[in-house]
């Protein structure tokens, strides 16, 4: 019997577009083609993952304020809104908690060895509200209209997170929450954690696993070929199938 790879978010993500395309990238290692957008949320992750190291917090009577350091015009919007909930962040005495504010944990690495599933978590943070666990995703660009499929990544987040035994600084902390902060944007997109879509994303990591077990790695056109580096060198013909070339 074959080992079992181990799959990541944006594998299945990939797989469930495209399994053809997934077959191209992950069996035969074809190198992906970065695009100018995907490199610019490299960079934002990267001063996002940096700015609590890189802000000053002034406290007065009247208010907190946080002031980077050093202006970046990419931050503007997280920056205005980290402003606002900072000032929810108290605790029983309405003093502001930093353990609130900061995130317990940034670029987290997760893992999951009976799925054989890994990932990285933007941030981890604690809901003053009820001392529940809140993951967050970063995201950049425009958020698409069907919030399933954010869905779908946070739920796999928190089954990695659930089930990871090497964190061991939050036990008896639940994932109550999770979310979606739109950099470019300033949007949030937040809620409880959803049983149901827990539940529904394990049923597609085990259906994405079978069909990659059974070497099932059919061409799928769509919308997205327009924007496939395998559609444009002409090596699948998935845009001209579905009218998208």
């Known amino acids: 019997m074959v080992e079992q790879r181990w799959l990541s978010k ?53 208010k907190t304020e946080i002031r980077l350091k050093k202006p970046d015009k990419d931050l503007d919007k997280f920056i ?8 929810d962040c108290k605790d029983e005495t309405g003093e502001i908690n930093m353990a609130y504010f900061k995130p317990l944990f940034q670029e987290l690495k997760v893992s999951n ?24 995703d970063w995201k950049t660009g425009t958020p698409s209209g069907d919030m399933d499929d954010y869905r779908l990544e946070l739920a796999i987040y928190k089954i990695l997170f659930d089930c990871d035994t090497h964190i061991n600084k939050v036990q008896g902390l639940d994932v109550g929450y999770w979310g979606i902060y739109f950099l470019d944007k300033g949007k949030l997109f937040f809620e409880p954690v959803s049983d149901k879509w827990v539940k529904k994303a394990l049923n597609i990591i085990n259906k994405v696993r079978l069909d990659m077990e059974r070497g099932d790695y059919k061409m799928k056109p769509s919308f997205w070929c327009r924007y496939c580096q395998f559609s444009k060198s002409g090596k699948c013909n998935g845009g001209l199938v579905n009218g998208n070339a």
């Open 10 to 62: 944006s594998q299945i993500k990939t797989f469930q577009q495209c399994p053809m395309k997934w077959k191209y990238l992950y069996i035969d290692a074809i190198p992906g083609v970065s695009s100018p957008a995907q490199n610019r949320g490299i960079d934002i992750h990267s001063k996002v993952e940096k700015f609590y190291k890189n802000i000053d917090i002034i406290q007065t009577k009247e």
């Open 80 to 87: 205005e809104f980290e402003n606002k909930r900072i000032q």
């Open 113 to 136: 060895d009976e799925l054989k599933l890994r990932g990285i978590i933007d941030a981890v943070y604690l809901n003053p509200k009820d001392n529940k666990l809140i993951i967050i």
